[in-house]
């Protein structure tokens, strides 16, 4: 015989979590890079080597950060 509980009521719940991979959200790989502007992954190391644009290392892995993402955005946006 199996025991049933009940739910506890809304205002008692916990909070969900935040999903484990919500903090790989916030960083970007070279080619997610390239994918978001439309150009050549070749492209977005270039301006990774002339530290145009910042990264992350973390071990061997080397990752952009979405703000950083966003800042070079705003930065080289050109109003026509």
Known sequence: MSIRRKSPPPSQSTPPSSPPGNRQANFLTAPDVARRW???????????????????????????????????????????
């Open 38 to 80: 439309n150009m050549s992954e070749r492209h977005v190391r270039r301006l990774i080597a002339s530290k145009e644009l910042p990264t992350h290392k973390f071990g061997k892995a080397v990752r952009i950060a979405l703000s950083d993402v966003l800042v070079f955005e705003a930065r080289s946006r050109s109003d026509l």
